[in-house]
């Protein structure tokens, strides 16, 4: 009750702090200064004086609008890790499991991989002490395993048929975070590439990609930017720049501190020609919509997926003294027709339920649900399409949300986490047997199946680790498919990585399948291009 009290009275003084800071800050500054002085000398228990001031940061910020955002220091460079594209550990992918920590693959060329340590392995001791059995968390493994640059980690490693547990001495150093999750020929002329982030490297892997899809005769692009909540503006600018030609406005920004700015492409991209095809779906926000907001005006390619989340403000990092963060919304974004898709957030509530009311709305399943008034109408800039701003960008293929497959009793299997643990398992104790029946991942994507016997092992593991969860035939039928995909799915991402992962899950990728009939059966050419 007390600290609800003190909650409420500091959200109360910052409301009247603002107020009095727009006409003298300094003013305002000072009697906060005063009122933590009083409550730290006076108040009838003991404070903490710099807890009373960050919880005094945050309610400052939520009054502002729904982004800007305070990052304590202990928090900042797990913040910063998706954003940098890089942080400083051993280089290892994990999971935990039966309070284990299991290393499910290293990170190539990273330290752990240079000094042997290998899929499979379990770690059971850091520095000397014993971490197995101890109920061990995500965030134990990263405050264990990550450091400052250079710095030495004793790790203890169980080896399956090893005689005696392994040491190794290792030295941490820069891991990259990848942001490009995968990239593949779908056929012999349409690439597809899947961006999770908008970070400092991801134009470089997108180039990458790209020169690399070309080079294996790719014609059409399927850019995936599903799930993807954005990032750094200028990563988005440089993309949508390998896409756009000849000065061409990408995004402008403005704010009361800040005066127009006009990003235009400025370069020779990689991919100015050919189809471009975007997908976006309801978390696809931010950074992504500036690329497809821009793909989009320009008629340079189509949006296929579902409305985008509508983020339209721009945040500026600013460090503080005690080596913390404000992330300060500082302009609002346009795409290059005028369009500001940032959605309402007046009332924060209704804004933090947006998605699942557009659920309960029909939205996800019926393009009709979606209602725009006519003063959010724009027209793109060649060919005078009607676009949308407001809310998002509305794609110009929707493609409702599958719910054919879903059941209850296949949620609770991933809710539970079994499809992921049981693939685990399996794949480190029959890694050898697999890479031996399947020894490229195109013979494994071929013929490998989740026969009856395969099945049987996996709801016996279910029915062992979770007596209360009986298999449900009716509810199993409807989701066989899904279930076994996944299965499939997780074991290749064991056996190789994230990238031949989507290869096999992309197979019930809803949006991604529309995507390629709209190239091959040539639904593409019809819609008012600028070809």
């Known amino acids: 009750m007390r600290h609800t009290f003190l909650f409420t009275f500091i959200i109360f003084c910052f409301n009247c702090f603002t107020l009095l800071a727009q006409s003298n800050p300094n003013a305002s500054s000072l009697k906060f200064k005063e009122v933590i002085e009083k409550v730290s000398n006076y108040y009838v228990d003991d404070t903490d004086a710099e807890a009373l001031t960050e919880t005094a940061i945050v309610a400052l910020l939520e009054e502002l609008d729904p982004h800007s955002t305070y990052i304590p220091a202990d928090e900042l460079q797990a913040a910063q890790t998706s954003i940098n594209g890089s942080f400083v550990g051993v280089g290892i992918r994990f999971q935990i499991m039966k309070d284990t920590l299991n290393v499910v693959a290293t990170i190539s060329g990273g330290p752990a991989e240079k000094l042997g340590v290998l899929a499979g392995d379990k770690i059971v001791g850091v520095d000397g002490e014993g971490i197995a059995g101890i109920g061990l968390q995500n965030s134990d493994v990263r405050e264990k ?9 004793k790790v203890e490693i169980l080896r399956r048929n090893a005689k005696k547990n392994l040491v190794f001495n290792i030295t941490r150093d820069k891991i990259p975070v990848f942001s490009v999750d995968s990239y593949y020929m779908i056929d012999k002329e349409i690439g597809y590439i899947k961006l ?39 990563t988005a600018h440089r993309l949508a720049d390998e896409f756009l030609s000849n000065q061409k406005l990408i995004v402008y920004s403005e704010g009361k501190a800040q005066p127009r700015n006009n990003l235009r492409s400025e370069f020779k991209g990689l991919f100015e020609n050919g189809k471009l095809v975007i997908l976006t779906d309801e978390y696809s926000a931010s950074a992504s919509e500036i690329l497809s907001g821009a793909i989009q005006d320009w008629d340079r390619g189509l949006v296929v997926g579902r409305r985008t989340f509508g983020k ?35 009332d924060v509530e209704s804004y933090r339920k947006d998605i699942s009311q557009r659920y309960l709305n029909g939205e996800f399943v ?63 104790k029959n890694r050898k ?83 390629v009939k709209i190239i091959q059966e040539k639904e593409y050419e019809k819609v008012n291009l600028d070809h």
């Not at 003294?321 to 005028?338: F, M, Q, V």
């Not at 020894?439 to 989740?450: A, G, H, T, V």
């Open 312 to 346: 339209g403000l721009v945040q500026r990092p600013m460090g503080l003294l005690d080596g913390s963060e404000i992330r300060l919304t500082i302009a609002r974004y346009y795409t290059p027709s005028g369009r500001f898709i940032q959605k309402p957030y007046e």
């Open 196 to 234: 999770n982030s908008f970070s400092r490297r991801s134009h470089e892997e997108v180039r990458m990609a790209l020169g690399d899809l070309k080079n294996r005769g790719m014609k059409s692009l399927i850019f995936d930017l599903q799930g993807n909540g954005g990032g750094l503006l200028g």
């Open 366 to 428: 019926n393009s009709d649900s979606i209602k725009m008034p006519d003063s959010l109408k724009f027209k793109t800039l060649i060919t005078n399409r009607t676009v949308f701003g407001g809310g998002g960008i509305m794609p110009d293929f929707f493609v409702p949300l599958d719910t054919i497959s879903n059941s209850d009793y296949y949620s609770d299997l991933l809710r539970g986490g079994f499809l992921n643990t049981f693939s685990y398992q399996y794949t480190d």
């Open 145 to 153: 395993l990550m450091g400052e640059l250079g710095s030495k980690v």
């Open 433 to 515: 047997q697999l890479m031996k029946n399947f020894p490229s991942f195109d013979s494994f994507n071929k013929e490998f199946i989740c026969d009856d016997k395969f099945m049987a092992a996996f709801f016996k593991y279910v029915e062992k680790e979770d007596a209360s969860l009986e298999k449900n035939e009716e509810e199993y039928s409807i989701s066989k498919t899904a279930i076994k995909l996944r299965l499939k799915a997780y074991l290749a991402r064991n056996l190789w990585d994230t990238n031949e992962f989507y290869q096999v899950y992309n197979e019930s990728n809803e949006i991604l399948q529309r995507a």
